[in-house]
């Protein structure tokens, strides 16, 4: 899906740019191949009042709340933070579109390395 829609749903990228194997392009997750401590970035354009968490094992862990301007045009949310994780363990991001305008968008995802307009990054930190 290139842009989410209202309601609540995990944000799904699908495409693989720097991955040594361990995100999920079919369910968006990231699963830790080791335990440690992780370092996550989503960073996503919107349009309209939403909220995005970055969640681990389905709760949430870090998230931010982004109120859209008034003329309807794209803005950018970045949010992060360090997650202690077990092997096993995985992480996703999800995306609530507190808006029910029409022509609110939870993302703008692009299809390749030169229009990817969203991202969700993670590395293993210690």
């Not at 950018?76 to 995985?90: L, P, W």
Request: with cysteine; proline share 2%; charged share 15%.
């Amino acid at each position: 899906t290139d842009r989410g829609t209202h309601g609540s749903r995990v944000i799904p990228f699908d495409t693989e740019f720097h991955d040594m194997g361990f995100f999920n392009t079919t369910n968006h997750r990231f699963t830790a191949p080791v335990p440690g401590k992780y370092f996550f970035i989503l960073s996503v354009n919107h349009m309209g009042d939403c909220i995005y968490h970055i969640r681990k094992n389905a709760s949430s862990v870090h998230k931010g709340e982004f109120r859209s301007n008034t003329d309807g045009s794209w803005e950018h949310a970045t949010i992060s933070g360090i997650i202690v994780m077990a092997a096993g363990d995985y992480v996703d991001s999800l995306g609530e579109l507190t808006t029910s305008t029409h022509g609110q968008w939870l993302w703008n995802g692009g299809g390749s390395t030169s229009t990817a307009w969203d991202t969700f990054t993670g590395w293993l930190v210690h």
